[in-house]
């Protein structure tokens, strides 16, 4: 078992992540039972409490992998673990629940009956609000209880880094800033070796392999930024940019399925980083509406009930109709701020000339 963690120092437990052990039906692993019974007892405060173990996947897939040698560990072994199942769906899902989305945007003046109903068929906002929930569940686990979670998922690599990465967004209001959340993806995607080259599809190659993982990423933290919009320094431009860049391979930062591609490939030398650019830009993705203090409040907690899972027409519906997207309130605020700075600055080069 090899374990990825982050640590959290103020609320004295970690975030740790891996994949599916080889348990099987009997089998266990000496070495695994004695490495996560150290890592609960580096607990401080809940030493004796039980280590939080949170698979992504639905109860039963976990069971049918047992068949093949995989699955889960035995709970009857690991008799002081917490076990949880929180029944986010796998990367092949994800791929066809993206397609069936498209195809509802691609609709031709459809009734709202329609479009409702091909939105629910689609089940795009459920597979969001699993992926919301869970990383809510493990920012509460961390931050509230001060119980260190491990987060398994198939490879350890898709959902697990989902849910990982938006858990420490919602528990750190570092990661809340522009620059905090590229070191997130830095640390949390690209270090720890998501297949961004076969979950994007930049090569022709098994289509089974591609998967939206970091689309629903991207997507679940606009939709905490809707209930939070001022706890976060960047605006939905800078989410726009990270994650078409991602695919427009116009930068070097995600290519490749690991650190170890990039550097065979020598990126750092032959192409330019993507927080390079975003860094000089930074003007143009700053949130108007940013409050430093609301960033501090703690632990955010979105509730995903149904009513508040949006549906992102500016992901989706940017072009619609072949005519330019449409301004949105965030953009016009925006602009409304630099006419407004540039106003305060023309009054003050006024007064020092009168």
């Known amino acids: 078992m090899q374990i990825n963690y982050i640590g959290f120092l ?10 599916q052990p080889l348990s099987g039906f009997s089998a266990h692993c ?28 639905p109860a039963v897939n976990s069971a049918v992998c047992r068949v093949t040698v995989t699955g889960s560990e035995n709970a009857n072994i690991y008799s002081d673990f917490k076990f949880v199942f929180l029944s986010i769906e796998n990367i092949h899902v ?30 795009w ?13 493990i920012a509460t686990t961390v ?23 938006l858990a420490s967004l919602l528990l750190d209001p570092f990661y809340r800033t522009l620059q905090g959340f590229m070191i997130l993806v830095e640390k ?48 939905e431009r800078f989410l726009l940019a990270v994650h078409d860049h991602a695919f427009s391979c116009q930068f070097g930062t995600f290519i490749g399925n690991c650190e170890k591609d990039r550097v065979d490939l020598r990126l750092s030398e032959r192409t330019y ?16 509406l940013y ?38 309130v965030m953009e016009r605020l925006c602009i409304m701020k630099d006419q407004s700075s540039s106003l305060e600055d023309h009054i003050k080069l006024v007064a020092k000339v009168y």
């Open 273 to 288: 980083s993507l927080w390079g650019y975003l860094l000089k830009h930074m003007g143009e993705f700053i949130n108007p």
């Open 125 to 137: 906002l459920k597979h969001i609000k699993s992926i919301v929930d869970t990383s809510a569940f």
């Open 291 to 328: 409050r430093r203090e609301d960033s501090q409040l703690g632990v955010l907690r979105p509730v995903s009930n149904p009513q508040n899972i949006k549906f992102w027409r500016g992901m989706y519906m940017r072009f619609e109709g072949w005519v330019h997207p449409k301004e949105s």
């Open 188 to 235: 949390e995607w690209l270090s720890f070796g998501h297949k961004f080259t076969d979950r994007c599809g930049y090569l022709q190659g098994d289509q089974k392999e591609t998967s939206p993982i970091f689309t629903q990423f991207i997507e679940a933290v606009w939709q905490v930024m809707q209930q939070f919009p001022c706890a976060f320094q960047f605006n």
């Open 30 to 57: 000496l070495e695994d039972e004695q490495l996560l019974h150290c890592i609960r007892k580096t607990n401080p405060t809940h030493s004796s409490a039980p280590l939080c173990i949170v698979d992504t996947r």
């Open 94 to 123: 994800m791929r066809d629940s993206l397609h069936k989305l498209v195809e509802v945007c691609e609709l031709r003046e459809p009734s709202v009956e329609e479009f409702l109903a091909a939105l629910q068929s689609s089940g």
């Open 143 to 165: 931050g509230d209880e001060g119980v260190s979670v491990l987060v398994q998922c198939s490879d350890g690599g898709d959902i697990a880094a989902q849910v990982c990465s």
């Open 10 to 19: 103020c609320y004295k437990a970690t975030i740790m992540r891996c994949s």
